[in-house]
């Protein structure tokens, strides 16, 4: 399977400011997706970046909050945008190899303070 | 709207206690049931793809089952290295895959 890298692995941010994650991949791939996972809680989809076009994202997400840009078929990245402490989480890029299976990177973990 | 619940929550067993994790789904379509294993601090990684009711699949001391309504893993004689929380996610067309909570599993010595 493909070998993601995230950058940064960690953070701490004051409010009010903004990240840039990037998410690696060792191999082209098509589509790749980012996730949140709150603490304690489960993975939820914030977008899918096809490269070559503009990123898809779910309810309750917004392009304004969370900007993504695809270059190329091995590179993305996420931008929290104007965050608060609800920002604080993990965030996740992960690909699509085969057959609608993912393969996640490390993570990032966000504080916002 | 595709929906995925694990249970238990938690699980603490001692090592060599076999016991299974549920997980029920509610998808229009299933196209795909994955596992995950994510320890803290880190990505989930892939287990295992389940496509069909009736599929099997099993690594080391794990094997998951599938039925129309559900998915079981399965731990065989759980060593302390097992400990992690297991994630259960469907899809049903498209490429979303929605999670479940998960199960945080603890093995013993």
């Known amino acids: 399977s493909a070998v993601i890298s995230q950058k940064p692995s960690r953070d701490i941010c004051q409010r009010g400011t903004s990240l840039t994650i990037q998410c690696q991949v060792d191999?082209?791939?098509?589509?790749m997706f980012w996730y949140r996972q709150q603490p304690g809680q489960s993975l939820t989809l914030i977008a899918t970046a096809n490269q070559g076009s503009e990123a898809t994202y779910e309810s309750g997400f917004v392009i304004d909050k969370f900007p993504i840009s695809r270059p190329n078929l091995t590179f993305s990245t996420l931008t929290v945008s104007n965050m608060s402490p609800e920002d604080s989480s993990i965030y996740l890029c992960?690909?699509?190899?085969?057959?609608?299976?993912?393969?996640f990177g490390p993570g990032t973990r966000l504080t916002v303070t | 709207e595709d929906q995925v619940t694990q249970s238990p929550e938690a699980l603490r067993l001692q090592e060599g206690e076999s016991s299974s994790l549920n997980c029920s789904y509610t998808?229009?379509?299933?196209?795909?049931l994955f596992w995950y294993r994510q320890d803290p601090g880190k990505g989930p990684e892939f287990l295992f793809t389940l496509y069909s009711a009736g599929e099997e699949k099993e690594k080391e001391r794990l094997k998951a089952t599938l039925t129309k309504k559900e998915s079981f893993l399965h731990i065989t004689a759980p060593k302390p290295e097992d400990s992690a929380t297991y994630l259960c996610a469907v899809t049903g067309g498209g490429n979303k895959l929605t999670f479940g909570t998960g199960t945080q599993l603890k093995v013993e010595l």
């Open positions: 998808v229009s379509g299933l196209r795909g």
């Open positions: 992960s690909v699509e190899e085969r057959s609608y299976e993912q393969y």
């Open positions: 191999s082209q791939v098509t589509m």
